[in-house]
């Protein structure tokens, strides 16, 4: 089993910027493959980020510029810095962890972004 816990959300003006962090309960971090997915009111769950467990990285096209997915393995912890943010970029932001064939979940953390 692998817990989740993550932080850093809150509300923040266009243009700003938040660093998510989502730290991991097991050693086994460092094979594990990791993301970032967000959820707004009224949509379905959409990718972010992801980042493997060798630090290759792959980003929604709606964020190639602004977001950067990173990960210390030091501290099992992977982060999103979101820089140059959007009203639409609103949602709750889901960290997302891939370890052999299960898959899991963190509680979630609202991000707002007012215009």
């Known amino acids: 089993q692998v817990q989740l816990v993550e932080s850093g959300g809150g509300l923040v003006q266009a243009g700003g910027f938040l660093r998510l962090s989502c730290t991991a309960s097991?050693?086994?971090?460092?094979?594990?493959?990791m993301g970032w997915y967000r959820q707004a009111p009224g949509k379905q769950r959409e990718l972010v980020a992801t980042i493997t467990s060798r630090g290759n990285t792959n980003y929604a096209d709606s964020v190639k510029g602004r977001f950067t997915i990173s990960r210390d393995y030091a501290k099992n912890t992977v982060y999103l810095q979101m820089n140059s943010l959007k009203p639409e970029d609103t949602a709750v932001y889901y960290c997302?962890?891939?370890?052999?064939?299960?898959?899991?979940w963190g509680q979630g953390t609202q991000v707002t972004v007012s215009s």
């Open positions: 097991r050693s086994a971090f460092s094979i594990m493959s």
């Open positions: 997302n962890a891939g370890l052999r064939s299960a898959v899991y």
